[in-house]
């Protein structure tokens, strides 16, 4: 069984490179500081699952696989199955894919955990996109507000097998009333007092992310542009520490 407990440590750095010369510097260099590390679209795009087996293999600690499945449930039920081969400890799918689909990869999750005979991943929905503001949600078609459409499609996910949903820092707590305890929230959007925010509008210290409900914080550029990531991301988790054993 994969559980949230299995993770001492919080913190997923984003590898967000399509080198994969430097993520793999970057995953060794690390060496354990990170609890895991996050790999997306564009690395997996240019490095296939062959990648991604090279780098979770070099880097030692759990996988954060998003590539956000969003197709019809039998298209994403395939896609999430075979995805388990990739060792994932949770992967991301579209919440507005549907009760179906959303359905489709829970199920699925199990039964590539059962023909790998690895743990279940955890399979982790997105909402709303950050990058999509009312007038977005408007050109869609979606009257809710982003804060509504979020709620309605967290709702959506927990009721149909995910394990936990992707959010921002000012909607943990909201998140967290709504879905409980043990819902799973992975929170991007972090910054450690004093760092710099780069394009992020809405952040949150990781102090402040944990003691609002965040199960997992995903970190980029905090910790991959310092000079030191081993050392940055040490001092985050040692900062986390006495949080995480309250
Ligand atoms: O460098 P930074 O800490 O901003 O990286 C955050 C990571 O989380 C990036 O990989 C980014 O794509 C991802 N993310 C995000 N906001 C979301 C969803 C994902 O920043 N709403």
Request: aromatic share 4%; hydrophobic share 45%; proline share 7%.
């Amino acid at each position: 069984m994969n559980s949230l407990s299995a993770i001492a440590n919080p913190i997923f750095c984003a590898i967000d490179t399509p080198d994969l010369t430097a993520a793999q510097e970057l995953v060794v260099n690390l060496g354990g500081a990170a609890g895991g590390i996050k790999l997306g679209k564009e690395f997996f795009t240019a490095h296939g699952p062959a990648g991604i087996h090279q780098t979770r293999d070099a880097a030692g600690v759990p996988l954060f696989l998003d590539l956000k499945f969003h197709d019809i449930p039998n298209t994403v039920a395939g896609a999430v199955r075979i995805a388990c081969a990739m060792k994932p400890y949770m992967m991301t799918i579209h919440a507005s894919g549907g009760p179906a689909m959303i359905q489709a990869a829970a199920d699925a999750a199990t039964v590539g955990a059962q023909e790998t005979g690895l743990d279940r991943p955890l399979i982790i929905a997105v909402t709303v996109l950050t990058s999509l503001d009312q007038a977005d949600l408007k050109a869609v078609g979606v009257a809710a507000s982003p804060t509504d459409q979020v709620r309605r499609l967290a709702a959506l996910a927990q009721q149909n097998g995910a394990d936990g949903i992707v959010c921002s820092p000012l909607e943990i707590e909201i998140l967290r009333q709504d879905l409980g305890p043990d819902f799973v929230l992975v929170v991007p959007g972090i910054r450690p007092f004093g760092t710099d925010a780069g394009d992020q509008k809405r952040v949150m210290t990781p102090e402040e992310a944990m003691q609002a409900g965040a199960s997992h914080l995903v970190i980029g550029r905090p910790i991959t542009q310092n000079p030191d990531p081993a050392a940055a991301a040490s001092a985050i988790a040692d900062s986390l520490s006495n949080i995480r054993q309250a």
